[in-house]
Nanobody, 128 residues
């Protein structure tokens, strides 16, 4: 059972930056879907930035393109989300997730159902 622990959330003013980290209890490089989701109360969980590692398919939701960047450090079993130029609408609980399913055909990992392991979440609050 892979355990994922997020950190790096907090409160920031609009235009600021945060970097989220997700430490995994074991190597997740071969976990095909890896990424970050966010959720606000009353809304569905949304894929923010994800990898499909087998084919190097990276996905960003339109609202964060050019501002957020997902990366990973396999030797450290850590996934990152660099968030720049933050906006109030980025306020949400952010979750790290990893999956172990082969996608046929290979495609972006946007469906929460493709992910088997989830962290507890870290809150990001952006004030105007």
């Amino acid at each position: 059972q892979v355990q994922l622990v997020e950190s790096g959330g907090g409160s920031v003013q609009a235009g600021g930056s945060l970097r989220l980290s997700c430490a995994a209890s074991e190597y997740t490089g071969y976990r095909y879907c890896m990424g970050w989701f966010r959720q606000v109360p009353g809304k569905e969980r949304e894929a923010v930035a994800t990898f499909y590692t087998g084919f190097s398919i990276t996905y960003y939701t339109d609202s964060v393109k050019g501002r957020f960047s997902i990366s990973r450090d396999d030797p450290k079993n850590t996934l990152y989300l660099q968030m720049n130029k933050l906006k109030p609408e980025d306020t949400a609980m952010y979750y790290c997730a990893a999956g172990q399913r082969t996608l046929v055909p290979a495609r972006p990992c946007t469906d929460p159902g493709l992910f088997d392991y989830w962290g507890q979440g870290t809150q990001v609050t952006v004030s105007s």
